[in-house]
T-cell receptor
Framework: AQSVTQLDSHVSVSEGTPVLLRCNYS??????LFWYVQHPNKGLQLLLK??????LVKGINGFEAEFKKSETSFHLTKPSAHMSDAAEYFC?????????????FGSGTRLQVQP | GAVVSQHPSWVICKSGTSVKIECRSL??????MFWYRQFPKQSLMLMAT?????????EQGVEKDKFLINHASLTLSTLTVTSAHPEDSSFYIC????????????????FGPGTRLTVL
């Protein structure tokens, strides 16, 4: 069975400072991992994905995440936060061997960016 | 590419009526579509998975007679909330997975913008 834990429900940073959103996963098979962002009353936008290629994954809007198998982590980072980054972020896991298996979402982390 | 649309974007209905939500993949063929619901300030919960031309597979605790899913073509899936009640008020999001091209895209889903349902 697969699961994902987002360690912080809320993160608040100042504009221009680094962002760290933490995610740990468990999976019986080789997982695919994703980070999605959701702005208020909007759908989800894919930030980046890991699918067993490079462990450091670069995404859109300056975000990146590093897959660490030994720590079962896939933390999302950004060197410098912008006001527009304020949103809800979801870490998602999917087992590649499960044909119809859908994505399993973390509980989400709300990122606030203070001016 | 890989755009998914939902219609309507929001709907208000009276208790006891039925509401249909459409999910379309605009520029690709979706072999599988997924329906999620999201309560305020909560994560997405998978309701059901539908493959084109076959019956939907519902997650535990989701009433199949309450939430009717039809996936009649490779670009359209519909979710009908039958006899809606206030507790069905939620944000419903669909996603679509296209034909697998390679291993790196196998599990990628593309999400619609969501439909906010309010049942009075």
């Amino acid at each position: 069975a697969q699961s994902v834990t987002q360690l912080d429900s809320h993160v608040s940073v100042s504009e221009g400072t680094p962002v760290l959103l933490r995610c740990n996963y468990s999976s019986s098979y080789s997982p695919s991992l994703f980070w999605y962002v959701q702005h208020p009353n909007k759908g989800l936008q894919l930030l980046l994905k890991y699918t067993s290629a490079a462990t450091l994954v670069k995404g859109i809007n300056g975000f990146e995440a590093e897959f660490k198998k030994s720590e079962t982590s896939f933390h999302l980072t950004k060197p410098s936060a912008h006001m527009s980054d304020a949103a809800e972020y979801f870490c998602v896991v999917s087992e590649s061997t499960k044909g119809r298996r859908a994505l399993t979402f973390g509980s989400g982390t709300r990122l606030q960016v203070q001016p | 590419g890989a755009v998914v649309s939902q219609h309507p974007s929001w709907v208000i209905c009276k208790s006891g009526t039925s509401v249909k939500i459409e999910c379309r993949s605009l520029d690709f063929q979706a072999t599988t579509m997924f329906w999620y619901r999201q309560f305020p300030k909560q994560s997405l919960m998978l309701m059901a998975t539908s493959n084109e031309g076959s019956k939907a597979t519902y997650e535990q605790g989701v009433e199949k007679d309450k939430f009717l899913i039809n996936h009649a073509s490779l670009t359209l899936s519909t979710l009908t909330v039958t006899s809606a009640h206030p507790e069905d008020s939620s944000f419903y999001i669909c996603s679509a997975r296209r034909r697998v091209r390679d291993e790196t895209t196998r599990n990628e889903q593309f999400f619609g913008p969501g439909t906010r349902l309010t049942v009075l």
